[in-house]
């Protein structure tokens, strides 16, 4: 097995439907912007930023809740959608305020190494936190997670899988392969933050069937993307 992980860059809001049907993710992670008012910034047709309302973005993800498990929303001010969301979602991350590439880059790394490694979503949420005030960052209080009401902390690899697994993970984004999700990830936010994102978003899908390979470590420099 393997984890696989699909990007897909300069997202339009009528990607969205398409993306998820294809490929039925148990993890939607988002990368791109927000604000404070609750909405978050894609592409229309014309190729112009397109924000998409909370009330939007619940109503598609309810008819995706048997199959997406869990959304990261890596945007300034998404905490807002996150709570909307957890009310569909089993597991739904958000940021309460802005916060850095580093530190974003930070947290993703190490809340997907540690669901690789078989923790459940409540403790790998922690080790993210962790790993920010660890590299001496200062916003490990950024990150808010939800469950929603009734689910307990679950895992997306059980422990058999973990165990058993020799200490690699591969990930394939479009049609190049490398090692492991989490370092794939910050390599995906690394180049959001050097500008290919611009003001539009990067939709990854990631579904879970472990598999193992080493890691790089790859951080970005410190801006700010919100």
């Known amino acids: 097995g393997q984890f696989e992980l699909v990007s897909t860059w ?16 148990d993890v939607v992670h988002f990368s791109g912007h927000g604000d404070d008012t609750g909405v978050i910034a894609v592409e229309n047709a014309g190729g112009e930023t397109h924000t998409i309302s909370v009330d939007a973005l619940v109503s598609l993800f309810s008819v995706f809740r048997e199959t997406v ?17 957890a009310e569909r979602i089993d597991c739904v991350i958000g940021m309460s305020t802005s916060i850095g590439d580093e530190a974003a880059i930070a947290f993703s790394s190490a809340f997907y190494q540690a669901l690789a490694d ?10 993210g936190r962790s790993q ?9 209080l950024t990150p808010a997670f939800h469950l929603r009401d009734g689910v307990t902390p679950f895992r997306f690899v059980d422990d058999a899988s973990a ?19 989490i370092t794939l990830t910050a390599a995906l936010l690394e180049q959001s933050a050097r500008g290919a ?30």
């Open 132 to 140: 920010i005030q660890l590299d001496g960052l200062g916003e490990e």
């Open 10 to 25: 300069a997202v339009r809001s009528q990607d969205l439907q398409g993306a998820l049907l294809r490929h039925r993710p």
């Open 118 to 127: 078989g923790e459940n979503v409540d403790s790998a949420f922690k080790l």
């Open 197 to 226: 994102l611009q003001s539009t978003g990067l939709l990854q899908s990631l579904s879970f069937v472990p598999q193992l390979s080493p890691s790089t470590d790859m951080r970005s420099e410190e801006r700010r993307v919100g």
């Open 163 to 181: 165990t058993t697994a020799t200490s690699d993970t591969t990930c394939v984004v479009t049609s190049e392969i490398l090692p492991l999700a």
């Open 69 to 85: 498990r869990g959304i990261v929303l890596n945007a300034c001010y998404s905490d807002v959608q996150a709570t909307a969301l």
